[in-house]
């Protein structure tokens, strides 16, 4: 059976899980994946769903932080009862809603997919994901040479172009091989 996308003109982003309710008045507690504190401050509708092609949307009524978590209460949900079958499920937001990133920063899934090549044009294969560390993020390219883990610095990216979808940079020897 096909996935019929309930909003098939916006793209979602998640940013936080639904982890179990809090309290006896239908609050949820929940994870922020976002690197932003206060992501869900200010939001009138939060989608919720397993994936982004099966979310509904759901009015906020309250938000407030918990630790490193926080507590969102839904507009006409006012149980445990109302809100256990969102327990494990994923917030999203429009794409539209997402926060504008300070120069040279990207978002992780903006790279995924996109061709590394040398200077001279040689494809050193397709970034596969973006390992994220506290000195710098990791690039996981996947090519004719294996996996290599490049380092998202100045010294090894020369530059990124979201027109071509390509990344440039300079590999040191046996990085790649």
Known sequence: ???????????????????????TAGALRVANYSDLKDRFVGLDVIYIGPVEELVAPYPVDEVREAGKHVIVTLANRRSIEAVEDLCGQYCFIPEEQREPLEEDHYYIEELVGMQVRTPDGESLGEVKAVKQNPANDLLVVDGPRGEALVPMVDAFVRRIDFDTKTIEITPIEGLFD
């Open 1 to 23: 059976m096909p996935i019929i996308r309930r909003y098939p003109k916006l793209r979602f982003v998640c940013i936080g899980k639904v982890l179990r309710p809090q309290g």
